[in-house]
C-alpha cells in the first residue's frame, strides 16, 4: 500500500515526467555540448546513491543540459573537506562534518538534505526486554570505539530521563558490534538502520529500533554540498544540478527497483540486492524531522542540528545555524515534492 507522501511524490513526478522528452531528443535538440559536472559522493556507490544514478541514467541532467561525473567516495568528512578547499564543487556528505567545517570558517554549505534525520540508531534484540528506550538503564549498550556516535548518547538519555551512571557503555570495534549483540554479550547496540540493521535482518532477528532523531539527538544527515565560491560563481548550474538530482530522487522513492536498475547499470560492482535494502531502509529518512518538502530540511530542524553538535562536544563554540545551509539553489517550494 502506498503512502500518502508516495502518492505525493509520485503526482510530484508525473507532472514532472509529462513535459519532459525523450533522452535521444532532448540531447539532439542541445544547441551546445552538455556542460561536465562532478559529483563526489559520499561513498562507494550504495541505495543511498540510487537517486542520482536514476537522475543521470533517465536523462534528468541532460534536461538540464548537464552531464553529470558521479564520483565513488571514501567518507563524507573527506568529501566535505574536498568541498571546503575547493577540490571538489559539489558532493554527497553528511551534515555533521560540514558544520564542524563551518565553526572553524570553511566554505561550504549544505544547499539540499537527503536524510532529514540520522540513520544512527539504538538497536536491541526483540527478545531482550528491552521494549522502550529507557529499559537501557542496567544494561549495557556497545557503541563503535573512534567513531562520533557516543557524543550524542548523553543527549538522549537526558532527553528519556535514563540514568547515564545505571547504562554500561561498551567501546567495540565497529566490526565487532553485531557479533557481540547476537552472542548476547551486550544487550544493546548503537548501530545504524542502513547497515547494522540491514545485517541483523540478514541473520533474521527480529529488533527494536530507537534512531537517534526520534530520542534526542535531531541531526540533519546526508546533503547535497557546494562549495560556496564556486557555486556563487555558477548559480544556474548548481540551481540545475539540484533540480535534476531532486527529480531523480521523488522517481526513485516512488520507483525503488527503477532506481537500484539505474544503480547498477552505471555502477558494475554495486550489489543489487543490497543496494535494495539499503535504500529501502532509509526510505524513512527522507521526510524525517518534521521535513515538508523532499531535499529541504526546516529552519527548525537546522536550529536543533546546531544544538545537538555543540552540546554533544562536536563543535567547541556556537554557530549561526543559517551558515550552515542555503536555499538559494532549491526550486521553489511548489516545484518540490512534498512529504
Not at 6 to 26: P, W
Request: charged letters at 20%; hydrophobic letters at 45%.
Amino acid at each position: 500500500m502506498r503512502t500518502k507522501r508516495t502518492m505525493a511524490l509520485g503526482m510530484s513526478f508525473v507532472m514532472a515526467l509529462g513535459a519532459a522528452t525523450s533522452i535521444a531528443g532532448t540531447v539532439a535538440a542541445q544547441d551546445e555540448p552538455l556542460e561536465q559536472v562532478t559529483f563526489q559522493l559520499n561513498w562507494v556507490p550504495g541505495g543511498f546513491h540510487a537517486g542520482f544514478a536514476l537522475a543521470r541514467e533517465a536523462g534528468y541532467y541532460e534536461d538540464e543540459g548537464l552531464f553529470v561525473h558521479l564520483v565513488p567516495g571514501n567518507g563524507s568528512a573527506t568529501t566535505a573537506q574536498l568541498a571546503a578547499a575547493g577540490n571538489v564543487n559539489l558532493g554527497n556528505a553528511d551534515a555533521a562534518p560540514v558544520t564542524q567545517l563551518v565553526a572553524k570558517g570553511a566554505p561550504v554549505k549544505v544547499i539540499a538534505t537527503l536524510f532529514q534525520g540520522s540513520p544512527i540508531q539504538i538497536t536491541a534484540k526483540a527478545d531482550s526486554g528491552i521494549a522502550e528506550i529507557g529499559d537501557l538503564e542496567g544494561r549495557s549498550l556497545a557503541y563503535p570505539s573512534g567513531g562520533s556516535q557516543a557524543a550524542q548518547l548523553p543527549l538522549v538519555f537526558a532527553a528519556n530521563d535514563i540514568d547515564a551512571d545505571a547504562v554500561e557503555l561498551v567501546p567495540t570495534p565497529r566490526e565487532a558490534l553485531v557479533p557481540v549483540l547476537l552472542e548476547d554479550q551486550v544487550d544493546a547496540i548503537v548501530g545504524s538502520m542502513d547497515f547494522f540493521g540491514i545485517q541483523l535482518a540478514d541473520r533474521g532477528i527480529e529488533t527494536v529500533d530507537f534512531p537517534m532523531y526520534e530520542n534526542g539527538a535531531p541531526t540533519v544527515s546526508t546533503s547535497i554540498i557546494g562549495n560556496e565560491a564556486w557555486m556563487a560563481d555558477n548559480p544556474e548550474t548548481t540551481r540545475k544540478f539540484v533540480k535534476a538530482s531532486l527529480r531523480g530522487w521523488a522517481e526513485a522513492l516512488e520507483n525503488p527497483d527503477a532506481a537500484i536498475e539505474a544503480l547498477a547499470a552505471l555502477f558494475r560492482n554495486v550489489d543489487a540486492e543490497t543496494a535494495t535494502k539499503q535504500l529501502e531502509a532509509t526510505i524513512p529518512l527522507y521526510c524525517a524531522n518534521g521535513a515538508e518538502y523532499l531535499g529541504k530540511a526546516t529552519e527548525e530542524a537546522w536550529v536543533n542540528h546546531e544544538m545537538v553538535m555543540r552540546e554533544s562536544g562536536s563543535i567547541e563554540e556556537a554557530v549561526e545555524p543559517t551558515d550552515l545551509y542555503t536555499y538559494d539553489y532549491l526550486p521553489a517550494d511548489e516545484e518540490l515534492s512534498p512529504c
